[in-house]
Protein backbone atom coordinates (compact mmCIF):
# COMPACT_ATOMS: atom_id res chain seq x y z
CA UNK A 1 0.00 0.00 0.00
CA UNK A 2 0.91 3.44 -0.67
CA UNK A 3 0.48 4.55 3.08
CA UNK A 4 2.21 2.30 4.42
CA UNK A 5 5.80 2.53 1.49
CA UNK A 6 5.19 6.64 2.75
CA UNK A 7 5.38 5.62 6.63
CA UNK A 8 8.35 3.30 6.06
CA UNK A 9 10.49 6.20 4.13
CA UNK A 10 9.42 8.51 6.58
CA UNK A 11 11.05 6.46 9.88
CA UNK A 12 13.55 5.24 7.81
CA UNK A 13 12.68 1.55 7.59
CA UNK A 14 11.42 1.42 4.55
CA UNK A 15 13.58 -2.08 4.67
CA UNK A 16 10.71 -3.75 6.87
CA UNK A 17 7.62 -4.17 6.32
CA UNK A 18 5.34 -1.92 8.17
CA UNK A 19 2.31 -3.80 10.60
CA UNK A 20 0.87 -0.67 12.50
CA UNK A 21 0.53 2.99 12.99
CA UNK A 22 -0.03 4.22 16.50
CA UNK A 23 -0.51 7.06 18.57
CA UNK A 24 0.33 6.41 22.23
CA UNK A 25 -1.26 8.72 24.48
CA UNK A 26 0.20 8.28 27.51
CA UNK A 27 3.96 8.83 26.14
CA UNK A 28 2.63 11.35 23.29
CA UNK A 29 4.46 9.67 20.71
CA UNK A 30 4.15 8.33 17.22
CA UNK A 31 4.54 4.37 17.44
CA UNK A 32 5.11 2.47 14.24
CA UNK A 33 4.85 -1.50 14.28
CA UNK A 34 7.14 -3.09 11.74
CA UNK A 35 8.46 -6.57 11.17
CA UNK A 36 11.83 -7.83 9.87
CA UNK A 37 11.52 -9.25 6.16
CA UNK A 38 12.26 -13.30 5.72
CA UNK A 39 15.39 -12.66 4.05
CA UNK A 40 16.96 -10.78 7.08
CA UNK A 41 15.70 -12.75 9.86
CA UNK A 42 17.60 -14.33 12.41
CA UNK A 43 21.05 -12.85 11.33
CA UNK A 44 23.70 -12.14 14.22
CA UNK A 45 23.60 -8.46 15.15
CA UNK A 46 27.36 -7.93 15.07
CA UNK A 47 28.44 -10.35 11.74
CA UNK A 48 24.76 -10.34 10.01
CA UNK A 49 25.23 -13.89 9.55
CA UNK A 50 22.28 -16.03 9.54
CA UNK A 51 22.02 -18.15 12.38
CA UNK A 52 20.04 -20.56 14.81
CA UNK A 53 17.42 -18.71 16.50
CA UNK A 54 17.75 -18.83 20.88
CA UNK A 55 15.03 -17.39 22.31
CA UNK A 56 12.19 -14.61 21.88
CA UNK A 57 14.69 -12.14 23.73
CA UNK A 58 12.76 -9.68 25.94
CA UNK A 59 9.64 -8.93 23.39
CA UNK A 60 9.18 -6.45 21.45
CA UNK A 61 11.50 -2.88 21.69
CA UNK A 62 11.22 0.39 20.62
CA UNK A 63 13.74 2.56 18.60
CA UNK A 64 13.51 6.47 18.34
CA UNK A 65 13.63 7.22 15.36
CA UNK A 66 13.50 11.18 13.34
CA UNK A 67 10.68 13.17 14.78
CA UNK A 68 7.58 13.67 12.83
CA UNK A 69 7.34 17.74 13.09
CA UNK A 70 7.43 18.29 16.75
CA UNK A 71 6.34 14.54 17.76
CA UNK A 72 8.36 12.11 18.80
CA UNK A 73 8.42 8.44 16.87
CA UNK A 74 9.12 5.22 17.63
CA UNK A 75 9.75 1.74 15.73
CA UNK A 76 8.53 -0.99 17.59
CA UNK A 77 9.34 -4.40 17.05
CA UNK A 78 10.12 -7.99 18.23
CA UNK A 79 13.40 -8.25 19.08
CA UNK A 80 14.67 -12.29 19.59
CA UNK A 81 18.30 -13.50 19.99
CA UNK A 82 20.49 -15.99 18.06
CA UNK A 83 23.14 -18.08 18.52
CA UNK A 84 26.37 -17.24 16.69
CA UNK A 85 28.91 -19.55 16.59
CA UNK A 86 31.64 -16.67 16.80
CA UNK A 87 30.18 -13.85 19.06
CA UNK A 88 27.95 -16.38 21.44
CA UNK A 89 23.93 -15.33 22.27
CA UNK A 90 23.14 -12.06 21.47
CA UNK A 91 20.08 -9.70 19.68
CA UNK A 92 19.46 -10.67 16.18
CA UNK A 93 20.47 -7.98 13.52
CA UNK A 94 17.78 -5.34 12.51
CA UNK A 95 17.56 -3.48 9.47
CA UNK A 96 16.81 0.01 10.27
CA UNK A 97 19.42 0.33 13.06
CA UNK A 98 23.05 -0.52 14.71
CA UNK A 99 23.75 -2.92 16.83
CA UNK A 100 23.45 -2.02 20.12
CA UNK A 101 21.59 1.53 19.42
CA UNK A 102 18.15 2.51 21.08
CA UNK A 103 17.87 4.63 17.43
CA UNK A 104 17.36 3.82 13.86
CA UNK A 105 20.64 4.88 11.44
CA UNK A 106 18.20 7.42 10.40
CA UNK A 107 18.67 9.06 13.84
CA UNK A 108 22.21 8.30 14.35
CA UNK A 109 23.59 9.74 10.92
CA UNK A 110 21.32 12.93 11.49
CA UNK A 111 22.91 13.38 14.84
CA UNK A 112 26.44 12.87 14.01
CA UNK A 113 26.35 15.21 11.02
CA UNK A 114 24.78 17.84 13.66
CA UNK A 115 27.29 17.55 15.70
CA UNK A 116 29.81 18.24 13.54
CA UNK A 117 27.94 21.56 12.01
CA UNK A 118 26.28 23.25 14.50
CA UNK A 119 26.96 23.80 19.23
CA UNK A 120 26.56 21.53 21.97
CA UNK A 121 23.05 22.84 22.58
CA UNK A 122 21.93 23.10 19.05
CA UNK A 123 22.28 19.43 18.97
CA UNK A 124 20.58 18.51 22.66
CA UNK A 125 17.60 20.19 22.19
CA UNK A 126 16.74 19.80 18.38
CA UNK A 127 17.43 16.28 18.87
CA UNK A 128 15.68 16.35 22.74
CA UNK A 129 18.68 13.94 23.81
CA UNK A 130 21.27 14.30 26.48
CA UNK A 131 25.10 14.84 25.53
CA UNK A 132 26.55 11.77 26.47
CA UNK A 133 24.26 10.00 24.27
CA UNK A 134 25.69 12.50 21.49
CA UNK A 135 28.92 11.27 21.89
CA UNK A 136 27.60 7.33 22.05
CA UNK A 137 26.08 7.90 18.56
CA UNK A 138 29.12 9.35 17.13
CA UNK A 139 31.12 6.54 18.75
CA UNK A 140 28.42 3.61 16.92
CA UNK A 141 28.65 6.02 13.79
CA UNK A 142 32.74 5.91 13.49
CA UNK A 143 33.06 2.50 14.35
CA UNK A 144 30.45 1.48 11.26
CA UNK A 145 32.13 4.24 8.97
CA UNK A 146 35.63 2.66 9.90
CA UNK A 147 35.06 -0.79 9.23
CA UNK A 148 33.81 -0.29 5.93
CA UNK A 149 35.98 3.29 4.52
CA UNK A 150 39.95 3.30 5.03
CA UNK A 151 40.49 6.60 6.06
CA UNK A 152 44.29 6.27 5.60
CA UNK A 153 43.97 5.30 1.83
CA UNK A 154 45.72 7.22 -1.03
CA UNK A 155 47.89 9.90 1.63
CA UNK A 156 50.46 11.89 -0.31
CA UNK A 157 49.98 15.48 1.37
CA UNK A 158 48.99 15.42 5.12
CA UNK A 159 48.97 18.11 7.55
CA UNK A 160 49.84 18.28 11.10
CA UNK A 161 49.57 19.91 14.32
CA UNK A 162 48.06 20.60 17.56
CA UNK A 163 44.50 21.37 19.27
CA UNK A 164 43.22 22.22 22.94
CA UNK A 165 40.15 20.71 23.58
CA UNK A 166 40.25 21.13 27.43
CA UNK A 167 41.66 23.36 30.31
CA UNK A 168 45.31 22.93 31.57
CA UNK A 169 46.85 22.49 28.58
CA UNK A 170 45.43 19.48 27.72
CA UNK A 171 45.94 18.51 23.39
CA UNK A 172 45.39 16.54 20.44
CA UNK A 173 47.23 16.10 17.65
CA UNK A 174 45.55 15.84 14.23
CA UNK A 175 46.31 15.03 10.82
CA UNK A 176 44.69 16.09 7.83
CA UNK A 177 44.64 15.18 4.38
CA UNK A 178 45.78 18.11 2.13
CA UNK A 179 44.40 16.80 -1.38
CA UNK A 180 40.59 16.24 0.17
CA UNK A 181 40.64 18.77 3.08
CA UNK A 182 39.55 16.05 5.47
CA UNK A 183 40.22 14.83 9.39
CA UNK A 184 41.70 11.49 8.61
CA UNK A 185 43.51 11.41 12.20
CA UNK A 186 43.07 12.34 15.88
CA UNK A 187 44.31 10.98 18.89
CA UNK A 188 44.49 12.51 22.43
CA UNK A 189 47.96 13.62 23.48
CA UNK A 190 50.85 16.04 22.12
CA UNK A 191 54.34 14.63 21.68
CA UNK A 192 56.21 12.42 19.65
CA UNK A 193 54.70 8.75 21.00
CA UNK A 194 51.17 10.25 20.23
CA UNK A 195 52.22 10.73 16.37
CA UNK A 196 54.20 7.54 16.22
CA UNK A 197 50.72 5.76 16.81
CA UNK A 198 49.39 7.72 13.41
CA UNK A 199 52.76 6.74 11.29
CA UNK A 200 52.10 3.14 12.63
CA UNK A 201 48.79 2.50 11.94
CA UNK A 202 49.65 3.98 7.98
CA UNK A 203 52.77 1.21 7.79
CA UNK A 204 55.67 1.59 6.34
CA UNK A 205 54.54 1.23 2.53
CA UNK A 206 52.13 3.84 2.98
CA UNK A 207 54.66 6.33 4.86
CA UNK A 208 56.84 5.94 2.16
CA UNK A 209 53.96 7.32 0.05
CA UNK A 210 53.78 10.66 1.91
CA UNK A 211 55.79 13.07 -0.38
CA UNK A 212 54.74 16.79 1.74
CA UNK A 213 53.83 16.80 5.61
CA UNK A 214 53.06 20.54 6.78
CA UNK A 215 53.19 21.79 10.41
CA UNK A 216 55.14 24.03 12.98
CA UNK A 217 57.90 24.09 14.47
CA UNK A 218 57.67 21.41 16.79
CA UNK A 219 60.80 19.96 17.23
CA UNK A 220 58.76 16.76 18.09
CA UNK A 221 56.71 16.37 15.10
CA UNK A 222 59.94 17.24 13.01
CA UNK A 223 61.48 14.14 14.53
CA UNK A 224 58.98 11.86 14.14
CA UNK A 225 58.48 12.53 10.38
CA UNK A 226 62.26 12.44 10.11
CA UNK A 227 62.00 8.63 11.52
CA UNK A 228 58.82 7.41 9.74
CA UNK A 229 59.15 9.54 6.12
CA UNK A 230 62.58 10.73 5.57
CA UNK A 231 61.69 11.41 2.10
CA UNK A 232 58.85 13.89 2.54
CA UNK A 233 59.38 17.58 2.00
CA UNK A 234 58.84 19.43 5.13
CA UNK A 235 56.61 22.55 5.14
CA UNK A 236 55.44 25.41 7.27
CA UNK A 237 51.91 25.93 7.50
CA UNK A 238 50.99 29.00 6.26
CA UNK A 239 48.88 30.32 9.61
CA UNK A 240 52.47 29.95 11.62
CA UNK A 241 53.92 31.52 8.45
CA UNK A 242 51.82 34.69 9.02
CA UNK A 243 52.50 34.36 13.05
CA UNK A 244 56.01 34.37 13.10
CA UNK A 245 55.84 37.22 10.52
CA UNK A 246 54.17 38.80 12.63
CA UNK A 247 55.80 38.58 15.64
CA UNK A 248 59.02 39.45 14.31
CA UNK A 249 57.63 42.56 12.79
CA UNK A 250 56.59 43.60 15.98
CA UNK A 251 59.54 42.96 17.57
CA UNK A 252 61.55 45.50 15.37
CA UNK A 253 58.61 48.17 15.88
CA UNK A 254 58.35 47.58 19.95
CA UNK A 255 62.62 48.63 19.76
CA UNK A 256 61.96 51.21 16.95
CA UNK A 257 59.15 52.73 19.50
CA UNK A 258 61.36 52.47 22.77
CA UNK A 259 63.61 54.02 20.87
CA UNK A 260 61.96 57.08 19.86
CA UNK A 261 60.12 57.53 23.44
CA UNK A 262 63.36 57.94 24.51
CA UNK A 263 64.74 60.30 22.64
CA UNK A 264 63.71 64.57 23.04
CA UNK A 265 59.93 65.01 22.74
CA UNK A 266 59.20 61.00 22.65
CA UNK A 267 57.21 61.33 25.35
CA UNK A 268 54.84 64.04 27.87
CA UNK A 269 52.72 63.50 30.57
CA UNK A 270 48.91 63.34 29.74
CA UNK A 271 45.84 65.06 31.91
CA UNK A 272 46.23 62.57 34.68
CA UNK A 273 50.48 62.63 34.71
CA UNK A 274 50.92 59.65 33.07
CA UNK A 275 54.18 59.32 30.83
CA UNK A 276 52.26 59.05 27.29
CA UNK A 277 54.36 58.49 23.76
CA UNK A 278 54.46 61.59 21.92
CA UNK A 279 55.21 62.26 18.15
CA UNK A 280 57.17 59.93 16.39
CA UNK A 281 56.93 57.18 19.03
CA UNK A 282 52.82 57.74 19.20
CA UNK A 283 52.39 56.68 15.93
CA UNK A 284 55.25 53.91 16.21
CA UNK A 285 52.97 52.70 19.25
CA UNK A 286 49.89 52.66 17.09
CA UNK A 287 51.36 51.20 14.42
CA UNK A 288 51.09 47.89 15.43
CA UNK A 289 47.65 46.78 14.06
CA UNK A 290 48.55 47.93 10.72
CA UNK A 291 51.36 46.21 10.51
CA UNK A 292 49.57 42.65 11.40
CA UNK A 293 46.95 43.92 8.31
CA UNK A 294 49.68 44.18 5.87
CA UNK A 295 51.46 40.77 7.38
CA UNK A 296 47.95 38.90 6.84
CA UNK A 297 47.25 40.75 3.19
Known sequence: MPGVRVWGRLLGVHAAVVETVGFDEAEQVVVVGVRVRRRDRDRCGVCSRRCPRYDAGRGRRRWRALDLGTVRAFVEADAPRVRCHEHGVVVAAVPWARHGAGHTRAFDDTVTWLA???????????????????????????ADIDAQVDRLAGLRRIGIDEISYKKNHRYLTVVVDHDTGRLVWA??????????????????????????????????????VQQYCP????????????????????????????????????SSRDR??????????????????????VVCV
Open 272 to 293: RGRRASAGAAQGMKRARWGACQ
Open 231 to 266: DAIRCADPFHVVKWATDALDAVRRQAWNTARRQPGG
Open 116 to 142: TTTSRTTVRQLMRIAWPTVGSIISRVR
Open 187 to 224: AAGNDKPTLATFFDALGPDRCAQITHVSADAAAWIART
